[in-house]
């Protein structure tokens, strides 16, 4: 059976980033899904629940790829550019008359961050085994920010107005 | 076999409990939650052996959320319970979630005298600046200029400073957070849950629904530019004159925190001659 070459160090460390982020986007959107299933905005909920699947997915090909076991109990706490990992939405990104599109909108932002990164590091001095596969993730990336901008043609723009409720909250304002 | 429970390292997940959160979408508690339980596993911790102890308010929904023990208090008495709870079992890790109101205001006499004491609690002030679940009336930390059909103009009123009042009271760590920094949120409370004492962190948590313009507090938030002091007349300086975004440890203390020695009733007979007329 050919077997792959054992990665370099700073290759798996790589990798090891590359997972940390999948992961920490995959526990992102679940929670948006979880916050916006509790307020009843089913739809917008539901959307985010496939976008963590896919995140999901993402990682699990990369624990595949470098034939790691499983996940780690505590991923290791990187330092990024952000305070969060590139792909990683913030946590107030939500409104709860939020839309389909705005949820896109976020993945958007979320996907051409990643893009970024990896093509930062495809343009950066690192090993040419790091480079190479940043460029194939920059490019997968990419797909995926295509992907995005086509999945919301497909959904309704919000009109203008579209965060007024009728009957608000709070009494301030 | 299985490994034995103590060599059992815990992911964050595991001291999530099933009930969802019922915050508004985008509320900066969320974050907060997620820190909680990264610290804890963070810090190799069981539920079993945590508490946390609350008041009343948004923010304290949060020990219903985990899987740690959980008190789920009176308005603004949370450290009261969270001290007597430590005293009698100081084996337990204590952690107490407030917010502006229930921590500055109704309870915050209990808060100088928490810091005072020195019992060695984890205190977690998510500060909004507003009163959130009963929708949106001025906090103490509330600006003075913030309008709202409750106090037109705003209030008028010189904003509470925690930080300030916690150096001066005697707290033996000193933090701020900010939520849209959930890893740098947990690293700060499992830091202060290392630090012997009672340790006070300040959470900026916005309010999105009633303070939607806090969404911009991502683009102030910045890291503390100097390392934390352990000397209080330097710390009150730097706190006093900060811009009220500075994140990190700001404050460390040497104060040996209320322990045992002081706790320990003595034996039953000894009691009872106590209080023999």
Same mark, same amino acid.
């Given at each position: 059976m050919k077997t792959k070459p054992k990665p370099s160090g700073q290759y798996a460390d790589f990798m090891s980033r590359a997972y940390t982020m999948e992961l920490d986007a995959t526990e992102r959107y679940a929670q948006f899904a979880e916050q916006l299933e509790t307020h009843n905005n089913r739809e917008v909920a539901q959307l985010f629940r496939k976008l963590a699947d896919i995140e999901a997915l993402h990682a699990k090909r990369i624990l595949d790829e470098m034939q790691w076991p499983s996940i780690p109990a505590l991923p290791p706490a990187y330092a990024w550019?952000?305070?969060?990992?590139?792909?990683t939405a913030p946590?107030?990104?939500?409104?709860?008359?939020?839309q389909p599109w705005h949820a896109l909108e976020i993945a958007l932002r979320c996907e051409r961050e990643a893009l970024q990164y990896y093509e930062d590091i495809a343009a950066s001095r690192a090993p040419k085994q790091v480079r190479d596969t940043a460029r194939e993730m920059a490019a997968e990336e990419a797909e995926h920010v295509r992907l995005i901008k086509e999945w919301m043609k497909r959904v309704p723009r919000p009109e203008a107005g579209w965060d007024e409720d009728p009957d608000p909250p709070g009494v301030t304002g | 076999m299985n490994a034995p429970l103590a060599t059992v390292t815990l992911q964050a997940?595991?001291?999530?409990?099933d009930y969802k959160p019922v915050?508004?979408?985008?509320?900066?508690d969320y974050s907060v939650l997620s820190a909680i339980t990264k610290a804890l596993a963070m810090l190799a911790l069981r539920p079993e052996n945590v508490a946390v102890v609350s008041g009343i308010g948004c923010s304290s929904r949060i020990p219903a959320y985990t899987t740690c023990y959980g008190f789920h208090g009176v308005h603004g008495r949370s450290l009261p319970a969270a001290t007597g709870l430590k005293v009698a079992r100081p084996e337990l890790t204590v952690l107490v979630a407030s917010g502006d109101g229930d921590?500055?205001?109704?309870?915050g006499n209990h808060f100088l005298h928490a810091c005072r004491r020195n019992v060695d609690l984890t205190y977690i002030v998510m500060d909004n600046?507003?009163?959130?679940?009963?929708?949106g009336q001025p906090s103490?930390?509330? /600006?003075?200029?913030?309008?709202?059909?409750? *106090?037109p103009g705003g209030t008028g009123l010189r904003e509470f400073h925690p930080l300030v009042i916690a150096l001066a009271s005697g707290a033996n760590f000193i933090a701020r957070a900010f939520s849209g920094d959930p890893n740098g949120c947990a690293t700060l409370i499992a830091e202060a849950v290392r630090h012997p004492g009672f340790s006070f962190i300040e959470v900026l948590s916005?309010?999105?629904?009633?303070?939607? /313009?806090?969404?911009?507090?991502k683009d102030v *938030?910045?890291?503390?530019p100097v390392a934390f002091t352990d000397d209080p007349g330097r710390a009150a300086r730097r706190i006093m004159t900060?811009?009220?975004?500075?994140?990190?440890?700001l404050y460390k203390g040497n104060r040996p925190p209320y322990g045992a020695a002081q706790t320990s009733p003595g034996s039953v007979k000894d009691l009872e001659k106590a209080f023999q007329l």
């Open positions: 550019d952000g305070a969060e990992a590139p792909e946590f107030d990104s939500l409104h709860y008359l939020m | 997940k595991d001291f999530k409990s915050w508004c979408p985008g509320c900066g921590g500055y205001s109704i309870g600046h507003v009163y959130g679940m009963t929708k103490p930390t509330t /600006e003075p200029d913030w309008p709202s059909k409750l *106090a916005p309010c999105v629904t009633f303070r939607p /313009e806090q969404r911009g507090w *938030a910045h890291p503390a900060d811009d009220g975004f500075n994140i990190g440890v």
